[in-house]
């Protein structure tokens, strides 16, 4: 064997840079994502099936593991309005809401309740709208009928957090 790469020196460089590029290709991106997508888990589950349905301009990913209690699904959202006359901040909260609803609805029940916390943030060039639940009350949310009980329960169960500029009433009147 010794002898047959000495006679061909490039077919044993050859031989070197398959296997670079094999333990390289083991530890890039791509394989950690699919070695995350096929680890079982309610995030990645809850992951896999909101990749399915979102639309295609939302980001989704998962932080932290279930061991610890940290495990959280991310979602960013950008924030497209056409409709001028409503304030961006009421605007934002609006679609906060609505998909949260979509997020509640569209992901498995069993694996939403034991993912520790959701995350969605709203993002427009002028703020971003932030809002956090527990897994266990997005789940909830999926029963719920009315709209009233609906903006009920997220009053309740949403941390909301933003950044958009105030509108002064002052001024726009003048």
Known sequence: MYNFLM?????????????IFLYQFQTSDYMQNRRKMYTAASCTAVTVRLNKVKPKEWKV??????ADNSDTLL??????????????????????????????????????????????????????ADGVISGMMLAKMKTVETP???????????????????????????
């Not at 006679?7 to 296997?19: E, M, N, S, Y």
């Not at 569209?106 to 703020?127: A, C, F, M, Y």
């Not at 949403?158 to 002052?170: A, G, I, L, Q």
């Open 148 to 174: 009233a009980a609906l903006a009920e329960h997220l009053k309740t169960s949403v941390r909301v957090k933003d950044n958009f500029p105030e509108v002064d009433e002052t001024k726009k009147k003048n």
């Open 61 to 66: 990913d998962c932080k932290g593991t279930f």
């Open 7 to 19: 006679k061909k020196p490039i077919f044993a460089i050859g031989i070197l840079f398959f296997v």
């Open 75 to 128: 979602i960013e959202v950008p924030l497209i309005t056409s409709n001028d006359k409503i304030p961006l901040k009421i605007a934002a909260y609006r679609e906060l809401a609505n998909h949260l609803n979509f997020v509640a609805k569209n992901s498995p029940n069993d694996n939403l309740e034991r993912t520790s916390w959701v995350k969605i943030s709203v993002t427009h060039p002028t703020g971003q």
